[in-house]
């Protein structure tokens, strides 16, 4: 049952007594629920928020309505690891409810400063007519973990030329000064990013747009995130209004980037390519970054999108995390791979292994089966005009990641992958690949599915909604032959 705005926008603590224990079990009681990605003890999950690295742990918060699936009264739930796999709940780190996040604490990130980490975040409030009031506020954690946020807001208004589409503000540091990147929307309706810089993280002051070469590209940027990569700038954001261009483009919300110079912080010319999406698959949305201790650039999406009904809402919660990714270049591109952290999930003494030649055939393998466990597979020497893998597969249901020689495209199908999804964001994805050699990395979960293509050239990321007896993984080629090696792993 949909709820009302009045229903959306109550805090945790004006649930009706009952309500939360009701919930719980509800969501007990979800097959669907998540091994081992990131997911909301109750209610909704969407963007991360605060990657951070601090006093010895990855900091990751999550916006997170607790009282339901829909998009309502937003809190930062707090989660913590040490090795950005085994993640414990720390609880609220942000609660709403001051008159500058009167409606909702809203996106941003973190930076640590002075010992402490600093939590830049959009407070979004609403007047009497519902007409929202964005404000850019700051909180500060300790090293106890105790959250206090500002009596005021760091940033105040909108400038001029923008609507209250104003949000989502990323946090970086150049040499003794701050800058941060805001998300907005142009009043002829179109989508950009605006610059602020500061010495303090109190006091900023407003630079102006970030000049890209993209004056029309969608009615609004939320959640960009700039930063340096091999002496190139790369802006990272998801524009909203984008429309379809073959296969290109297909979600109803995409996520991409831009590659170019470094960004000039006082002119603010960013001179870069073409803007490429960061997924080829159905789920993903609104990632950050970490600059890691160790110098790695680590990513985390959230794994859905707006605007779209999902199977677990009946359920109680809905969405999770992607798994941590580290980004590198190449050639102008950014690759994504699984953190190598995560190879601490393998059951090692359970691995399965399998070399074998398919000829026109689809076969399965014993050790081959499963709800959540990672898989690697190489196939080489093919002729083949169609090869792949099906995988949670019963009798009647299958999830299939195949590759068409002929046509050179690597697609996605999750029409036949369990509950129906909503129709609105379609079932198939594919992408152009040419390769002689096609690697694929899969880590497969209750209710998701994430697969690194050829070293992460491209990633698919998918929720799939399979029966609890869809445990199955098929091998095939059609049309001709195809070597297999593949391993895998038991989480």
Same mark, same amino acid.
């Given at each position: 049952?949909?709820?009302?705005?009045?229903?959306?926008?109550?805090?945790?603590?004006?649930?009706?007594?009952?309500?939360?224990?009701?919930?719980?079990?509800?969501?007990?009681? @979800?097959?669907?629920?998540?091994?081992?990605?990131?997911?909301?003890?109750?209610?909704?999950?969407?963007?991360?928020?605060?990657?951070?690295?601090?006093?010895?742990?990855?900091?990751?918060?999550?916006?997170?309505?607790?009282? =339901?699936?829909?998009?309502?009264?937003?809190?930062?739930?707090?989660?913590?690891?040490?090795?950005?796999?085994?993640?414990?709940?720390?609880?609220?780190?942000?609660?709403?409810?001051?008159?500058?996040?009167?409606?909702?604490?809203?996106?941003?990130?973190?930076?640590?400063?002075?010992?402490?980490?600093?939590?830049?975040?959009? =407070?979004?409030?609403?007047?009497?007519?519902?007409?929202?009031?964005?404000?850019?506020?700051?909180?500060?954690?300790?090293?106890?973990?105790?959250?206090?946020?500002?009596?005021?807001?760091?940033?105040?208004?909108?400038?001029?030329?923008?609507?209250?589409?104003?949000?989502?503000?990323?946090?970086?540091?150049?040499?003794?000064?701050?800058? @941060?990147?805001?998300?907005?929307?142009?009043?002829?309706?179109?989508? @950009?990013?605006?610059?602020?810089?500061?010495?303090? $993280?109190?006091?900023?002051?407003?630079?102006?747009?970030?000049?890209?070469?993209?004056?029309?590209? =969608?009615?609004?940027?939320?959640?960009?995130?700039?930063?340096?990569?091999?002496?190139?700038?790369?802006?990272?954001?998801?524009?909203?209004?984008?429309?379809?261009?073959?296969?290109?483009?297909?979600?109803?919300?995409?996520?991409?980037?831009?590659?170019?110079?470094?960004?000039?912080?006082?002119?603010?010319?960013?001179?870069?390519?073409?803007?490429?999406?960061?997924?080829?698959?159905?789920?993903?949305?609104?990632?950050?970054?970490?600059?890691?201790?160790?110098?790695?650039?680590?990513?985390?999406?959230?794994?859905?999108?707006?605007?779209?009904?999902?199977?677990?809402?009946?359920?109680?919660?809905?969405? @999770?995390?992607?798994?941590?990714?580290?980004?590198?270049?190449?050639? =102008?591109?950014?690759?994504?791979?699984?953190?190598?952290?995560?190879?601490?999930?393998?059951?090692?003494?359970?691995?399965?292994? $399998?070399? %074998?030649?398919?000829?026109?055939?689809?076969?399965?393998?014993?050790?081959?089966?499963?709800?959540?466990?990672?898989?690697?597979?190489?196939?080489?020497?093919?002729?083949?005009?169609?090869?792949?893998?099906?995988?949670?597969?019963?009798?009647?249901?299958?999830?299939?990641?195949?590759?068409?020689?002929?046509?050179?495209?690597?697609? $996605?199908?999750?029409?036949?992958?369990?509950?129906?999804?909503?129709?609105?964001?379609?079932?198939?994805?594919?992408?152009?690949?040419?390769?002689?050699?096609?690697?694929?990395?899969?880590?497969?979960?209750?209710?998701?599915?994430?697969?690194? %293509?050829?070293?992460?050239?491209?990633?698919?990321?998918?929720?799939?909604?399979?029966?609890?007896?869809?445990?199955?993984?098929?091998?095939?080629?059609?049309?001709?032959?195809?070597?297999?090696?593949?391993?895998?792993?038991?989480?």
């Amino acid at each position: 049952m949909k709820m009302n705005r009045e229903q959306r926008y109550r805090r945790i603590e004006q649930a009706e007594p009952g309500e939360m224990d009701k919930l719980r079990a509800l969501i007990s009681a @979800c097959p669907w629920r998540q091994q081992y990605h990131i997911q909301p003890v109750t209610g909704l999950l969407n963007d991360p928020n605060g990657f951070s690295y601090y006093e010895g742990h990855y900091h990751l918060f999550y916006q997170w309505f607790p009282l =339901g699936t829909e998009h309502g009264m937003k809190y930062w739930y707090h989660t913590r690891s040490t090795d950005l796999v085994n993640w414990e709940n720390v609880g609220i780190g942000i609660s709403p409810g001051e008159p500058y996040d009167s409606h909702g604490a809203y996106s941003g990130s973190a930076i640590e400063k002075d010992g402490k980490l600093h939590l830049l975040y959009t =407070g979004n409030s609403r007047d009497e007519e519902w007409i929202r009031h964005p404000y850019q506020c700051l909180a500060v954690m300790d090293e106890s973990g105790t959250v206090v946020k500002m009596p005021l807001p760091v940033i105040d208004s909108v400038p001029s030329g923008y609507t209250e589409h104003y949000r989502d503000p990323k946090v970086w540091q150049d040499g003794e000064l701050y800058y @941060c990147v805001i998300g907005a929307q142009r009043t002829n309706e179109t989508g @950009c990013t605006v610059m602020y810089r500061s010495a303090d $993280l109190k006091h900023w002051e407003v630079l102006g747009e970030v000049k890209t070469k993209l004056p029309n590209f =969608g009615y609004m940027w939320e959640c960009p995130d700039y930063m340096s990569i091999d002496e190139q700038g790369v802006l990272i954001f998801s524009p909203q209004g984008i429309q379809p261009e073959g296969d290109l483009y297909n979600n109803i919300y995409q996520s991409g980037y831009l590659v170019g110079e470094p960004l000039d912080l006082e002119t603010r010319v960013f001179n870069h390519g073409a803007f490429q999406e960061l997924d080829r698959g159905f789920d993903f949305y609104a990632p950050q970054t970490v600059y890691a201790p160790d110098g790695r650039r680590i990513l985390v999406g959230w794994m859905g999108l707006p605007d779209l009904a999902y199977p677990t809402d009946d359920s109680g919660w809905a969405h @999770c995390l992607t798994i941590p990714r580290q980004l590198t270049l190449r050639d =102008g591109k950014l690759i994504q791979r699984p953190v190598s952290e995560m190879a601490k999930l393998r059951a090692t003494e359970t691995v399965k292994q $399998l070399h %074998v030649i398919m000829d026109d055939e689809i076969r399965s393998f014993a050790g081959f089966e499963g709800i959540a466990y990672e898989l690697e597979c190489e196939i080489t020497d093919f002729d083949a005009e169609r090869f792949g893998i099906e995988f949670r597969t019963n009798e009647h249901e299958k999830t299939v990641i195949q590759y068409d020689r002929l046509q050179q495209k690597l697609t $996605l199908d999750r029409s036949l992958s369990g509950a129906t999804l909503d129709p609105n964001n379609g079932n198939i994805r594919n992408c152009a690949l040419s390769k002689d050699i096609i690697k694929i990395h899969m880590f497969v979960d209750t209710s998701s599915v994430e697969i690194f %293509v050829n070293d992460g050239e491209e990633v698919f990321t998918s929720r799939i909604f399979p029966s609890r007896d869809s445990v199955g993984i098929r091998f095939f080629a059609h049309g001709g032959k195809a070597e297999f090696k593949a391993s895998k792993w038991d989480y």
